[in-house]
C-alpha cells in the first residue's frame, strides 16, 4: 500500500494524491495537520526519505521563521518542532515499503510507486 501525508489545501499534494489515485494502486491518505506524526514515527519517515530534519522542514513558514529561524538546534528538537507545528513538514510525502520521497516533483513519483 502506497501512503501520502497529504495536505489539501497544497496544490503539489492534490496532484500527487491525483497522480498516485490514477495509478490504480491501494492508498493511504494521511491528513498529517489533522493527526501529526508523532516524533518516533518522524523518525522512521526521516529514515524511509534518507534526510536529516532540517531537510524535511519549511522554513520559509511563519511559524519557523519567528519561532526557530537563526537557532541552534538539535535534530530531536527539529523532529519535535514539526510534531508540535506539523505545517512545517514538507509535503507531500508519499511511503512505498521502506522507502519514501518528497513527492514535489510528480516526474518522480511515477516511476518511485
Known amino acids: ?16 494524491l491525483l497522480v498516485l489515485k490514477e495509478s490504480n494502486k ?5 491528513n498529517y495537520l489533522n493527526t501529526p ?12 526519505l534518507n ?3 532540517i531537510e524535511l522542514v519549511r522554513q ?5 521563521i519567528e519561532n526557530f529561524k537563526g537557532k541552534t538546534l538539535t535534530e530531536n528538537e527539529i523532529i519535535q518542532a514539526m510534531v508540535e507545528n506539523p505545517i ?3 509535503r507531500p510525502i508519499v ?5 519514501a520521497i ?8 511515477i516511476p518511485f510507486i
Not at 500500500?1 to 500527487?16: P, T
Not at 491501494?26 to 494521511?30: L, P, T, V
Not at 511511503?95 to 522507502?99: E, L, M, P, Q, T
Open 95 to 99: 511511503v512505498n515499503g521502506d522507502k
Open 1 to 16: 500500500m502506497i501512503q501520502i501525508y497529504h495536505n489539501q489545501r497544497c496544490g503539489k499534494s492534490r496532484n500527487c
Open 88 to 90: 512545517l513538514i514538507e
Open 60 to 64: 520559509k513558514e511563519a511559524i519557523w
Open 37 to 48: 506524526p508523532t516524533a518516533a514515527e518522524l523518525t522512521t519517515l526521516l529514515q524511509k
Open 102 to 109: 518528497v513527492g514535489r516533483d510528480l516526474d518522480k513519483v
Open 51 to 53: 534526510l536529516t530534519p
Open 26 to 30: 491501494e492508498i493511504e491518505i494521511i
